[in-house]
T-cell receptor
Framework: QKEVEQNSGPLSVPEGAIASLNCTYS??????FFWYRQYSGKSPELIMF????GDKEDGRFTAQLNKASQYVSLLIRDSQPSDSATYLC????????????????FGKGTKLSVKP | DAGITQSPRYKITETGRQVTLMCHQT?????MFWYRQDLGHGLRLIYY???????DKGEVPDGYVVSRSKTENFPLTLESATRSQTSVYFC??????????FGNGTRLTVT
């Protein structure tokens, strides 16, 4: 059973701090890694994706991937109260459910609270 | 407007009734998906479709039926609703290897 693990939180950080969200996955064959943000009562929205080892930066967000450790993280710099949401880590393997699309396995999410 | 829309947003039904959740996308994405989201389980794949007339089971398909006669539509039917199917249902679409785009969700309550 392929699994994606996240701390459920809540993770509480003060405004302006760096929030660090972590995710581990069990399938060494996983190839694509995604972070989604979900506000309460809303649908998930994509923040970032990363395919290669190392860091990928987009504005205040940095995704970090370490395939050897089967670990992916999301850093949010200068955290704002509007960043308060649940962050879902999703991992895609190869061909689990048909062809190259594979199956996206979601973690249960980490709830982030940014305090003013 | 371009995007992915789900209907209804909220639905209350009784045990044993048939209910259909609708999903429509205007991007002409090849892939469409149905997920359910429950506390303690996260998002779980019910069914997916790689193209019109091609559908396949996901992680939790029991009790659900899908069809895809047109690329833009992917309805999900609960043939005989059970209380365990009370959940929030998300439809999503994508092109191959591209990230998913989610609809706004349908909150289904089975009494």
């Amino acid at each position: 059973q392929k699994e994606v693990e996240q701390n459920s939180g809540p993770l509480s950080v003060p405004e302006g701090a760096i929030a660090s969200l972590n995710c581990t996955y069990s399938d060494r064959g996983s190839q694509s890694f995604f972070w989604y943000r979900q506000y309460s009562g809303k649908s998930p929205e994509l923040i970032m994706f990363i395919y290669s080892n190392g860091d990928k930066e987009d504005g205040r967000f940095t995704a970090q991937l370490n395939k050897a450790s089967q670990y992916v993280s999301l850093l949010i710099r200068d955290s704002q109260p509007s960043d308060s949401a649940t962050y879902l880590c999703a991992v895609k393997g190869y061909g689990d459910y048909g062809g190259s699309q594979g199956n996206l396995i979601f973690g249960k999410g980490t709830k982030l609270s940014v305090k003013p | 407007d371009a995007g992915i829309t789900q209907s209804p947003r909220y639905k209350i039904t009784e045990t044993g009734r048939q209910v259909t959740l609708m999903c429509h996308q205007t991007w002409s994405h090849s892939y469409m998906f149905w997920y359910r989201q429950d506390l303690g389980h996260g998002l779980r794949l019910i069914y997916y479709s790689a193209a019109a007339d091609i559908t396949d089971k996901g992680e939790v398909p029991d009790g659900y039926v899908v069809s895809r006669s047109k690329t833009e539509n992917f309805p999900l039917t609960l043939e005989s609703a059970t209380r365990s199917q009370t959940s929030v249902y998300f439809c999503a679409s994508s092109e191959a290897e591209a990230p998913l785009h989610f609809g706004n969700g349908t909150r289904l309550t089975v009494t």
